[in-house]
T-cell receptor, first 115, second 116 residues
Framework: AQSVTQPDIHITVSEGASLELRCNYSYGATPYLFWYVQSPGQGLQLLLKYFSGDTLVQGIKGFEAEFKRSQSSFNLRKPSVHWSDAAEYFCAVGPFSGGYNKLIFGAGTRLAVHP | GAGVSQSPSNKVTEKGKDVELRCDPISGHTALYWYRQRLGQGLEFLIYFQGNSAPDKSGLPSDRFSAERTGESVSTLTIQRTQQEDSAVYLC??????????????FGEGSRLTVL
């Protein structure tokens, strides 16, 4: 079955500390992988995506993610967290087939940032 | 419009009533999606539109749920005889179709439905 697992429901980090949010997926075909962020009162915003090529992808707001096929993982990282990064983060996997993006989402990780 | 617009932003209704949720996608986006987000859970796919046809409605939970779309514009999600388990945030997303598709879904802020 196709699924996405985000093992950490809540994570708290201090401002300036590094961050890694975990994502594991189960998908039968070549996965297309996404990270979205949902800030309070706002819609989901795409942080980054992986389709093919270099397994380390850069996104907006200083985020990056690394695709590891052998571990079925697509972890999100940021070297130095800012207070404005407090939000909920969702990992997603999908087929991305010619305009059809039926994404399967994880349950999300809520990030809190201490000053 | 500039982004995906959803209305109402909040809806409180009594069990057994019907509700309609509206989504206005980004102009020119041919693909439109409805997702449901229950408290503390991830997004659950409901239905996908390409133009005004729905090639995939496999996520609709029951026959109380239906959706339609007018051309490549507004979509309405209707829930009949609402139940308490229908309480959730209903999210709409749109994307470009065909070769113009970058893979990104553009989401609205959602409609929060509370069934008493």
């Amino acid at each position: 079955a196709q699924s996405v697992t985000q093992p950490d429901i809540h994570i708290t980090v201090s401002e300036g500390a590094s961050l890694e949010l975990r994502c594991n997926y189960s998908y039968g075909a070549t996965p297309y992988l996404f990270w979205y962020v949902q800030s309070p009162g706002q819609g989901l915003q795409l942080l980054l995506k992986y389709f093919s090529g270099d397994t380390l992808v850069q996104g907006i707001k200083g985020f990056e993610a690394e695709f590891k096929r052998s571990q079925s993982s697509f972890n999100l990282r940021k070297p130095s967290v800012h207070w404005s990064d407090a939000a909920e983060y969702f990992c997603a996997v999908g087929p991305f087939s010619g305009g059809y993006n039926k994404l399967i989402f994880g349950a999300g990780t809520r990030l809190a940032v201490h000053p | 419009g500039a982004g995906v617009s959803q209305s109402p932003s909040n809806k409180v209704t009594e069990k057994g009533k019907d509700v309609e949720l509206r989504c206005d996608p980004i102009s020119g986006h041919t693909a439109l999606y409805w997702y449901r987000q229950r408290l503390g859970q991830g997004l659950e796919f409901l239905i996908y539109f390409q133009g005004n046809s729905a090639p995939d409605k496999s996520g609709l939970p029951s026959d109380r749920f239906s959706a339609e779309r007018t051309g490549e514009s507004v979509s309405t999600l209707t829930i009949q005889r609402t139940q308490q388990e229908d309480s959730a945030v209903y999210l709409c997303a749109s994307s470009e179709g065909g070769a113009a598709n970058t893979g990104e879904l553009f989401f609205g802020e959602g409609s929060r439905l509370t069934v008493l």
